[in-house]
Structure formats: C-alpha cells, structure tokens
C-alpha cells in the first residue's frame, strides 16, 4: 500500500455545459471543501513576468527521484504503479517489471516501462525561470518529487517527453490534439501550485488555446506552502524587468458546488482516467462509444472510468 497518495487534491475538470471534458487528471474530490474557479480566472491571477536567466539552471539543483514515504519505491516507481491501467508488476528494490500505460502526450499505449519517461509538467528549468531559482534546495526537491497532486508528474512515451524538453505552451504542446485543453489547465494548475510566474508568450499561447476549449470548472490543488509568490519576487526577472498580477479572485468570483445534482457528467470520459467522488456509480461514455462507470476495484481503491 502507498503511503503517499498522489491527486489527493488535484485537478478534476468538471464540464460547466455539455460537451467534452478535456482532462484525464479526474481524481476523487478532497475531503475538505475544494476551491473551484474557472480556468480563464485562475489563469488571470497568475504573476506575468520575464523568465530568469536560464545560465544559472542546473538540473542537478532539482534533487530526484527520492524514496519520500521509506516505502523502497522512489518517485519514479510510485508514478509508474499509480498510473499502470493493470496492477504493475514489481522486482527487487521495488523496480516495476510490467504494466500498461496510456500517453496522453501522443495517444500511445505502452506495455514496457523502459519506454516511458516521467515528465514534470511544468519542466525543472521552466520552474526554475519561472520563480524556482529563489526557493530552498528543499523547496526545489519538493517540487521534483511531487506526488500531493496527480497532475504535477505524468508518465508519457519517452519520445515525447524529450520533443517537449523544456518548452512551455508557447513552442509546444502534445501532438495528440485532443488533449490540448487537458494539456493547458493542468499547465495552469500546476503553475499555480507552485506560485509560478508566465511570461508574455506563454501568457498568449494559453489565453489563445483556452479560447478554443469548452467552459469548465476546475477543482484547484492545494498551493505549496512557503513557497515566495513570483509577483513579489521582482529580481526573479532579468535585470529592468517587472512582473504584474492580477489580484485574486473572491470567493464570490468562484463557481461552487453545492450538490452532485449540479455536477454535469462530462460529455466523455478517457478509460482509465481518475473520477471525482459526485460520480462514484454513474455511467458515461467513451469517444467511441463504450460505457465506463466510475468505480474503484479490487486492486485500486481510487475511483477511475472502468468497463
């Protein structure tokens, strides 16, 4: 059993009018009272600022993968078990020997965890120009090894993973473009988890794609304490530069949810994607037509679109 339980307060993409719901990030809803706003909102508070001068980035800065919870599986192994579609298979040392797994990142299923990459979501030395190059080393090795949200660690077809590198949305997004939107919000989630700033490419890149996809409500993760707020952090810039940020929005700003009868099904869902908690039991269809239920199962306790 894992003692970190990653997605415990993670991206649920909920569809505020019928069509398609982007996200394969579903997770069970937090046990306390989430925090909902919609992604135009939530993308608006984020700190727009010049990204630091990258000839300071180290990767090595950025600790990983460590052995968080003393389980003997690093962050790597926790990553590739949490996101297997069939119980993975391990070997001494907690290495997984077998699994399937699903890339967003290029539609691809893959059988043999050699083929597949952990990807951060927002790359370390985008983090680091982003506002990572003022944090602790602890700070920074916290963020490389983040299992507290399902959406800040993916595992992707390595192929894909190194065609992304370190690039941003406004040089790169997956080339399975049904993702595109899933591919943004968690972008944007996972930016401001971290209380990390965009620059002004990457601020039209994302502005210019969420005009593309349907109206949703995002249930955001929690952010990292003690982490400084890009907007404050002014020499995060390159020299001359500054930073601006929209204040935040009031809770009167936030969509909210009072019961699942205001919970719209989304209008598909991805197979084997997490599922919020308002639709343990229900049934919706795939993009080819196949009934899934949101259930959880007798090796998987969290709740996921299964046949």
């Not at 952090?233 to 929005?249: D, E, L, Q, Y």
């Amino acid at each position: 059993m894992r003692a970190l339980i990653r997605g415990s307060a993670t991206a649920v993409i909920i569809a505020a009018v019928a069509g398609l719901s982007s996200s394969i990030f579903q997770t069970p809803m937090p046990a306390r009272a989430a925090s909902l706003t919609d992604v135009s909102t939530l993308t608006s508070i984020l700190a727009v600022a010049p990204e630091a001068d990258s000839a300071t980035y180290n990767r090595d800065l950025f600790v990983h993968w460590i052995d968080a919870d003393g389980n003997g599986c690093d962050t790597r192994e926790e990553v590739l078990i949490a996101e297997s579609k069939v119980k993975a298979t391990l070997g001494a040392g907690c290495k997984v020997l077998t699994g399937r797994w699903y890339s967003a990142y290029d539609n691809l299923t893959i059988a043999h965890p050699s083929a597949l990459d952990i990807d951060h979501f927002v790359p370390l030395h985008e983090a680091w120009e982003s506002g990572a190059s003022h944090w602790t080393a602890a700070q920074r090795q916290a963020y490389a090894n983040d299992l507290g949200w399902a959406g800040a660690l993916i595992a992707v077809s390595a192929s894909s993973n190194r065609s992304k590198s370190d690039q941003d949305p406004a040089t790169w997004i997956p080339t399975y473009k049904p993702f595109d939107c899933a591919y943004v919000e968690n972008w944007v989630l996972d930016k401001y988890r971290w209380s990390l700033s965009i620059d002004a490419a990457e601020k039209a890149a994302l502005d210019a794609q969420l005009s593309k996809c349907p109206p949703v409500v995002l249930v955001v993760p929690a952010m990292v304490a003690g982490i400084p707020s890009s907007a404050d952090v002014t020499s995060n810039a390159r020299p001359g530069a500054t930073a601006s940020a929209a204040p935040s929005p009031t809770a009167s700003a936030k969509p909210s949810v009072s019961s699942t009868a205001s919970v719209k099904l989304p209008g598909f869902v991805t197979p084997g994607a997490y599922c919020a908690a308002e639709f343990k039991g229900l049934k919706a269809k795939s993009e080819t037509g196949v009934l899934y239920t949101c259930k959880s199962s007798a090796t998987d306790a969290r709740l996921r679109w299964r046949r």
